[in-house]
């Protein structure tokens, strides 16, 4: 089940209406059966997988906890962390390292016999393997208390807001959440169905109406213009961007409407002033997650200088490969931890040619002109985590690099001119939505405002979603991861 | 029940009342700007006209364009810009069921483009094809955006005219440079049969085929007219595929419906610049020179 389909839009109510005439001590029994019938409805089997992953952490911090020696937890948050990524592993990734040995080994002069299998990719699994495995780290290291319920546990993992693209949140926050009581709220209700609202307007009228004119260029590059590839490059940065917050927007705003508040994940990410300040915003829980549980037992930053460069690279390397078993998607986690070593190395001379030239004093400026060059260069690196192949993102940096003709069709791509001027409108109004959400939250801003601002504003999001929306073209992007 | 409650309650019925006003307006609005388009247009003209049609003109915009009804006589020209032979298809058994209009001959497009892919539209993506459904049933306004942009901006479709359902193409081909000439009748090739789109695409053959057996069943001549196009569309499309291969490809369907009739103008025009619009529309000069000879060889034919 997807949210923009007839049954979510069934489904979503009855759950909502179920969950709160249950009463508050039993609300995890039609929580966590919604939870399996969205997950199932994509495919019956993936349940298991979902089943799997529960019981294999919930024991093992079980047994964890009730061990009486180092050794004996280490042992099993062992068994515990290597069960439950090894499904992640064999999944997602077998036939990647499989195709790679098969051809380092052809390189070798080696007769490599294993083929690769059938495997079906289960959505989602990235997200709920990455919330499982951070539960049973967490208990290990004392920072929570194992559950003890396991019907409470397993709607932690499986809470279908969030099961198939985040955000990935900490068991520490919402297993308590989980056994709160959550009061019938109508404000918060109301709140909840203004940012699903938003969500699905970024989704079905920004991101689905850009990616038609991004995959009518990347889709066969060497075909397209040089200025078709620019734009489609930009635009995919909004796309995706609007695709994936779409999502967590409406995932928070589902949650919302029941009383849970799960854990930001967009902070108008293109407003970031570097690279590091990026990730400080962009999917904030999985960087979070990457920072907690790969980069600080590296040692973090209260390392050597060689030491932090290869605690980045290492982060951005694996990084990447969860977003996807491709080595465009490595390579991209690699141009992101390149990015961040050649910050730390070139901060120093950055900054003393900056105030050299006085535009230190110009703090508005420096936001905006900082802002620009991580745009562009995170933009840069979109290219590869979109292109299908090595070969495709090189024919579209190329194309873009070696000059190109300025002409109507190659702006408009496989737009009329009235399409290409209302998709600009529509990243305007996002971005105007962004520059007003520096005082506060929209939902926030909005509601002290009268009922002759609110009400047309929601009808126009409502009404432009239906008619400006482009139906029927994909799922979210970050399924596929 | 508190004020707050009832405050509240009255609140959340009058923003659906407000919903659902919006809706209703919404609905008449975008069937008000649907009736300018030329699609609605030329259904409305042809269910308002009440002479004789013996000659129903049927297909895309080169048979639009391209066929003058008042100069053939007795005819109606019902082709839509873009249309497959799926949608000629299901627009001619809807004209025969209702037995009001009955034409003894039918014209019917075979260009180079007829059964290209570009025609075959966005596969759908299963999971959201119903949803997509729903929700263009239960809002008819929903994913109209094209149309209500084509409005406001005062596009093609608003600012057509319609002659008994002919479309008369302005503009001179021929005013263009050669340079121009040559560039615009490439772009229109390589829009037609670039990859991914493929030249062939055996779903318009079916229909193609469906609609000559409709037209037998219901004794009406089926007449296949290879509209003139330019040299130079020939030349830059024969470049994404084989014109030879093609036209084999297209009589072994033919060879099966025998009563279909062929009137091949393809190269009549072909260094005729001021008879086009473009490198494979032709103007409305074009289409009184083209219907002339149409009525000429049915005279022959008869």
Sequence with gaps: MIFNSIEFLIFFPIVVA????????????????????????????????????????????????????????????????????????????????????????GLAGFDYKVDSLKILLPVGISFYIFKTASYVIDVYKGRMEPERHLGIYAVYVSFFPALLAGPIDRASHLIPAIREKHPLDYDRIMDGLKLMLWGFFKK??????????????????????????????????????????????????????????????????????????????????????????????????????????????????????????????????????????????????????????????????????????????????????????????????GKIFSGFSVTKKALLGPWSGPEFIFALCAIALLELVHILERHGKMGHLLSDKPLWIRWPLYYAILFGTLIFGVFGESEFIYFQF | MTVKIKHRIAGALAFIIGAIAMHFFLCYAVDAIQATTLKARSKAQFRQYKGNIKHLVMGDSHMARGIDPRVLGDSFNYA???????????????????????????????????????????????KTAGFEKFLKDAFPYAGKEEIVLEYFSGGRDVKSELVLGFIPGEGDFSALTPEERDKAAKDRAAGHFKPP??????????????????????????????????????????????IEDYEKDVDKILSAHPRAVILDYRNAFSERYDLFKDSDHLNTKGAEELTLMIKKDLQGLN
């Design chain 1, 204 to 397: 079905l009228v920004i991101a689905d109406r850009l990616a038609v004119y991004v995959n009518s260029a990347y889709n066969f590059p060497a075909d397209a213009e040089g200025l078709t590839l620019l734009i489609a490059s930009y635009f995919y940065a909004f796309e995706i961007y609007c695709d994936f917050s779409g999502y967590s927007d409406i995932a928070i705003g589902a949650a919302k409407v029941m009383g849970f508040r799960l854990t930001e994940n967009f902070r108008r990410p293109y407003y970031a002033r570097s690279v590091s300040d990026f990730w400080s915003r962009w999917h904030m829980s999985l960087s979070g997650w990457f920072r907690d549980y790969v980069y600080i037992p590296l040692g973090g930053n209260r390392v050597a200088k060689g030491r932090l460069y290869l605690n980045f690279m290492i982060v951005f390397l694996l990084s990447g490969l969860w977003h996807g078993a491709a080595w465009t998607f490595v390579f991209w986690g690699a141009i992101h931890g390149a990015y961040l070593v050649i910050g730390d190395i070139t901060s120093g001379i950055r900054t003393r040619a900056w105030q050299g030239l006085g535009f230190h004093k110009h703090s508005g400026f420096e936001r905006v002109w900082k802002a620009f060059i991580t745009f562009n260069l995170v933009t840069f690196a979109w290219i590869f985590f979109r292109a299908s192949s090595f070969n495709d993102a090189f024919a579209v940096i």
């Design chain 2, 197 to 242: 789109k493929v030249p062939f695409e055996p779903e318009f053959a079916e229909y193609l085929g469906k609609i000559i057996e409709l037209c037998a069943k219901n004794d009406i001549k089926p007449v296949l007219v290879k509209m003139p196009v330019t040299g130079l569309y020939i030349e830059h499309s024969s470049e994404w595929f084989s």
């Design chain 2, 80 to 126: 839509t810009l873009g249309e497959p032979y799926s949608d000629t298809y299901n627009k001619l058994k809807s004209i025969l069921g209702s037995k009001s209009k009955k034409p003894e001959i039918v014209f019917l497009p075979l260009d180079l483009h007829s059964f290209s892919s570009m025609r075959a539209g966005r596969k759908k993506n299963k």
């Design chain 1, 18 to 105: 179920l969950y709160f005439l249950t009463p508050h001590r039993l609300r995890w029994m039609p929580l966590l059966m919604a939870s399996y019938y969205f997950y199932m409805s994509w495919e019956p089997l993936y349940g298991l997988l979902l089943a799997g992953s529960t019981i294999i952490t919930f024991l093992s911090s079980t047994l964890m906890a009730r061990a009486k020696s180092l050794k004996s937890k280490r042992a099993f948050l062992a068994a515990g962390l290597i069960l439950n990524l090894g499904l992640l592993a064999f999944f997602k990734y077998f036939n990647f390292f499989n195709d790679a040995l098969r051809a380092a080994s």
